[in-house]
Nanobody, 124 residues
Framework: QVQLVESGGGLVQAGGSLRLSCAAS????????VGWFRQAPGLEREFVAA????????RYSDSVKGRFTISRNNAKNTVYLQMNSLKPEDTAVYYC?????????????????WGQGTQVTVSS
């Protein structure tokens, strides 16, 4: 069983940056693909980014491509989401999730474990 804890959320002005962290505990974390999703009030939870177990393959949603960067440090059991050039529409609760296996994926149903989320608020 993998447990995930997100941190790093907060309030930032438009154009600013934040770095989210997802700390994992449990066996064989490096065997898992890790993704970030977000959910704004009244909207469905949507895919943001994912990274392969080795960190050599990534995928991004079109809305964040070029602004966000996902990375991982398996020695620290941690995945990061660096968010730059933030916009008010990035405001949401951000969740990290883990899926056992090799290939990056962007569907909620493919992920087995979820964190509790961290709030990101971008003011205009």
């Amino acid at each position: 069983q993998v447990q995930l804890v997100e941190s790093g959320g907060g309030l930032v002005q438009a154009g600013g940056s934040l770095r989210l962290s997802c700390a994992a505990s449990g066996p064989s974390f490096r065997s898992y693909v890790v993704g970030w999703f977000r959910q704004a009030p009244g909207l469905e939870r949507e895919f943001v980014a994912a990274v392969s177990w080795r960190g050599d393959s990534t995928r991004y949603s079109d809305s964040v491509k070029g602004r966000f960067t996902i990375s991982r440090n398996n020695a620290k059991n941690t995945v990061y989401l660096q968010m730059n050039s933030l916009k008010p529409e990035d405001t949401a609760v951000y969740y990290c999730a883990a899926a056992y296996g090799v290939g990056v994926r962007d569907q909620r149903g493919d992920y087995d474990y979820w964190g509790q989320g961290t709030q990101v608020t971008v003011s205009s």
